[in-house]
C-alpha cells in the first residue's frame, strides 16, 4: 500500500513561486505515473499535471508554461514547481499515484494513492 505526503505548500503573494514536494511510501514511485490535482470548496477535484511512467508530462491549459511536474526516483518524491502564481491557483493541492490511461490520465478515477493535501493560498 503506497502512502503519499505532500508538503511546501503556504501563502505567497501573486507573482511569486512555491515548489510543492510528495513523498511516497510503501512502494515503489517509478512504477507509477504521478498527477496533481487542486480543489477548492467551489469546484471539483481538477487536474493540474502529471509525469506518466513513460517520462512523459501533460498540463492543464490554466498552468501550462508557469507549472512543472518532475520527479526523483531515487528519492521516491515527485515535485510540482509552481511560478508566476495567480490568485486563481489558490486551492489544496494533492498529488497521486496510478497507472491511468491516456484517456484519463486527467481524471481523478485514473489514480489508486491520494496524498491528504496542501493548501497553497496566493494573495492578490
Known amino acids: 500500500q503506497m502512502q503519499l505526503v505532500e508538503s511546501g505548500g503556504g501563502l505567497v503573494e501573486a507573482g511569486g513561486s512555491l515548489n510543492l514536494s510528495c513523498a511516497a511510501s510503501?512502494?515503489?514511485?517509478?512504477?507509477?505515473?504521478m498527477g496533481w490535482f487542486r480543489q477548492t470548496p467551489r469546484k471539483e477535484r481538477e487536474f493540474v499535471g502529471v509525469?506518466?511512467?513513460?517520462?512523459?508530462?501533460y498540463y492543464e491549459y490554466f498552468v501550462k508554461g508557469r507549472f512543472t511536474v518532475s520527479r526523483d526516483n531515487a528519492k521516491n518524491t515527485v515535485y510540482l514547481s509552481m511560478n508566476n502564481l495567480k490568485a486563481e491557483d489558490t486551492a489544496v493541492y494533492y498529488c497521486?499515484?496510478?497507472?491511468?490511461?491516456?484517456?484519463?490520465?486527467?481524471?481523478?478515477?485514473?489514480?489508486?494513492?491520494w496524498g491528504q493535501g496542501t493548501q497553497v493560498t496566493v494573495s492578490s
Open positions: 510503501g512502494s515503489t514511485l517509478s512504477r507509477y505515473s
Open positions: 509525469h506518466r511512467s513513460s517520462g512523459d508530462t
Open positions: 497521486a499515484a496510478g497507472n491511468p490511461n491516456d484517456y484519463n490520465y486527467d481524471r481523478p478515477y485514473g489514480y489508486d494513492y
